[in-house]
């Protein structure tokens, strides 16, 4: 076992949370439109991933081999992101997000369980609304709450870790004092409680995702040490090596046990 990663154990673990499924159309472009000056796509290959919760989720279960997730999600019909990449350089040339209809999450639709950990996976697309965060903050109070969400107002998040990227914590408003805040700065690193936590430099190929592998590998980290500093610490070198792949990236346990200090 190497870095002081601890021996796996089973955890259960609710995951609440928007899925998408993550479509790369790949093909090759040589030439230019000749109605309008864009490029004109040929498609060579298509793949498709699990999005945004979904992310999450593949990452947990890479890194946490035998972790036991129930999980809360919309239809991943319902929302998809479509990225056309040009196959020689890998420069994405457009995204096309279709989003149909789907029912928010009701409270009932929300299983008790002896969880070791509760994680929100919030991109604000309708499956969790203020009542939904207040009745999980209550059921759920003595239970260590993650959450990463795209919600400005942050009032309903009571007793939670809360991560935010550089720009959503500035715009985010009302944050509940009893809230931990962790915003992450890209190169930088994140800031935790005052303190800035740098990363290592890379360069970077594809930011697709690594907010959700930064969710994904500070949980595992948490569970394995109860330690927010080692946390911090492995989530800002898995994340850099996240950005340096294409699309969603999904660790291996080995990736995660190397990079763990």
Request: net charge neutral; aromatic share 8%.
């Amino acid at each position: 076992m190497s870095k002081g990663t601890q021996p796996q154990k089973q955890y259960k673990v609710l995951l609440i949370g928007e899925l998408c499924q993550d479509v790369y159309v790949f093909g090759d472009v040589s030439r230019i439109s000749p109605e309008a000056p864009v490029p004109v796509l040929k498609k060579i290959d298509k793949s498709f991933k699990a999005g945004m919760s979904g992310n999450v989720a593949n990452n947990l279960s890479a890194i946490l081999p035998g972790v036991s997730l129930t999980l809360c999600q919309n239809d991943m019909s319902c929302l998809k992101k479509i990225r056309f990449i040009d196959n020689k350089s890998n420069y994405h040339l457009m995204r096309y997000d279709i989003q149909h209809p789907f029912e928010g999450l009701k409270i009932d639709n929300i299983p008790d369980d002896n969880y070791d950990l509760v994680v929100v996976s919030d991109y604000d697309k309708g499956l969790i609304d203020n009542t939904i965060i207040h009745d999980i903050c209550e059921r759920f109070k003595d239970i260590k709450i993650f959450v990463d969400t795209k919600k400005s107002n942050l009032s309903a998040f009571k007793n939670c870790t809360i991560k935010l990227n550089e720009k959503e914590s500035n715009l985010s408003k009302y944050k509940n004092q009893s809230c931990d805040i962790i915003t992450t700065l890209g190169p930088q690193g994140c800031e935790y409680k005052g303190k800035i936590y740098p990363t290592q430099r890379v360069e970077v190929y594809d930011v697709c995702g690594a907010g959700d592998v930064f969710l994904a590998t500070l949980i595992a980290r948490w569970l394995e040490t109860k330690d927010m500093e080692a946390a911090l610490k492995a989530a800002n070198n898995c994340a850099a090596l996240s950005v340096t792949k294409l699309g969603c990236y999904t660790l291996t346990r080995e990736e995660y046990e190397n990079l763990c200090i």
